[in-house]
């Protein structure tokens, strides 16, 4: 498998900040095609949420195309494509559609996607995208596969969901959590930056059942934390009954939920946990909760 530039986001944002648990993402192979997202040029003007919607769908198409096709996928974070690549380049700017526009390694033009916005109603269009963009790829080698892991979001919370991914890349950005020494009204401000956006992922994880909601939520707890942040013991209430609700030891949830509850400071429960994913013959899970063992809380 080549090597991928440090300017593409090969994993999805919530993967390494959970400790890389590569039993949660499909395998592909050594020669699988590389499919990179990059989002258009910023408008001249934009609100905050459409920023984060133009910068969070290259971060969900990526995710979603990973789990649906045979694919590699990434996203470009300063517009620069590998040669080898295919490129999708999404704009989310016109008030009328999504597009997508699809290029070959070779530069070759493999067609634009469109998805109408019927509206003010964006969720529907952004649910619908994936799928479209995947049967655009078939005729450049691009294979669809199934995934038990991945949903897409309700129509009604699509956009606020993809938004999430925008807000839980902030929160891995370690000058969002530094004080500013010579300047508390910066500091204030960065302070309360960081407690809407764990608010706002908090509430996606509750209201969006998918995995994905909860792993941009649980994501951004370990950004704070490893950032070294305490904001996130704020939300402990939150992250516990989403980590409480999963039961089952085949739930992703419930496995994450080990890292979770470390961070929280409950290792009792966290080893409750750890032991019950003992039996699951699985070498993967098994390195991942090895590399978490040293979590500790800033509580």
Same mark, same amino acid.
């Given at each position: 498998?080549?090597?991928?530039? @440090?300017?593409?986001?090969?994993?999805?944002? !919530?993967?390494?900040?959970?400790?890389?648990?590569?039993?949660? %993402?499909?395998?592909?192979?050594?020669?699988?095609?590389?499919?990179?997202?990059?989002?258009?040029?910023?408008?001249?003007?934009?609100?905050?949420?459409?920023?984060?919607?133009?910068? +969070?769908?290259?971060?969900?198409?990526?995710?979603?195309?990973?789990?649906?096709?045979?694919?590699?996928?990434?996203?470009?974070?300063?517009?620069?494509?590998?040669?080898?690549?295919?490129?999708?380049?999404?704009?989310?700017?016109?008030?009328?559609?999504?597009?997508?526009?699809?290029?070959?390694?070779?530069?070759?033009?493999? +067609?634009?996607?469109?998805?109408?916005?019927?509206?003010?109603?964006? #969720?529907?269009?952004?649910?619908?995208?994936?799928?479209?963009?995947?049967?655009?790829?078939?005729?450049? +080698?691009?294979? *669809?596969? !199934?995934?038990?892991?991945?949903?897409?979001?309700?129509?009604?919370?699509? @956009?606020?969901?993809?938004?999430?991914?925008?807000?839980?890349?902030?929160?891995?950005?370690?000058?969002?959590?530094?004080?500013?020494?010579?300047?508390?009204?910066?500091?204030?401000?960065?302070?309360?930056?960081?407690?809407?956006?764990?608010?706002?992922?908090?509430?996606?994880?509750?209201?969006?059942? *998918?995995?994905?909601? *909860?792993?941009?939520?649980?994501? +951004?707890?370990? #950004?704070?934390?490893?950032?070294?942040?305490?904001?996130?013991?704020?939300?402990?209430?939150?992250?516990?009954?989403?980590?409480?609700?999963?039961?089952?030891?085949?739930?992703?949830?419930?496995?994450?939920?080990?890292?979770?509850?470390?961070?929280? /400071?409950?290792?009792?429960?966290? /080893?409750?946990?750890?032991?019950?994913?003992?039996?699951?013959?699985?070498?993967? %899970?098994?390195? !991942?909760?090895?590399?978490?063992? #040293?979590?500790?809380?800033?509580?």
């Amino acid at each position: 498998m080549p090597d991928t530039p @440090a300017s593409i986001l090969e994993h999805p944002v !919530w993967y390494e900040p959970l400790r890389s648990p590569s039993w949660l %993402l499909p395998k592909v192979e050594p020669d699988a095609p590389l499919v990179v997202f990059v989002a258009a040029g910023a408008p001249d003007r934009e609100t905050d949420a459409e920023r984060d919607l133009r910068e +969070g769908l290259p971060m969900y198409l990526a995710e979603a195309v990973r789990y649906s096709t045979v694919a590699r996928t990434g996203v470009a974070t300063d517009a620069t494509v590998p040669d080898e690549a295919i490129a999708v380049e999404v704009d989310a700017s016109a008030t009328a559609a999504l597009v997508a526009r699809l290029r070959g390694p070779r530069g070759e033009d493999l +067609g634009t996607v469109t998805q109408a916005v019927d509206g003010n109603d964006v #969720g529907r269009a952004i649910v619908a995208l994936p799928g479209a963009i995947v049967a655009a790829l078939r005729p450049a +080698g691009v294979r *669809s596969a !199934w995934s038990t892991v991945f949903q897409p979001p309700a129509d009604a919370h699509a @956009a606020d969901a993809i938004r999430g991914y925008a807000v839980c890349r902030f929160l891995l950005d370690p000058t969002a959590h530094r004080d500013v020494a010579a300047d508390s009204e910066e500091t204030a401000r960065r302070r309360a930056a960081v407690d809407a956006a764990l608010r706002r992922l908090a509430d996606l994880s509750g209201r969006v059942t *998918s995995p994905s909601a *909860s792993m941009l939520f649980f994501a +951004g707890l370990a #950004g704070c934390h490893d950032h070294g942040d305490p904001a996130y013991l704020g939300y402990r209430l939150s992250a516990n009954g989403r980590c409480t609700t999963a039961t089952d030891p085949r739930d992703p949830i419930f496995r994450i939920s080990v890292l979770v509850f470390r961070l929280l /400071g409950d290792p009792v429960i966290a /080893g409750q946990r750890t032991r019950a994913l003992a039996s699951i013959d699985d070498v993967e %899970l098994r390195r !991942w909760l090895a590399r978490i063992d #040293g979590v500790r809380s800033l509580a």
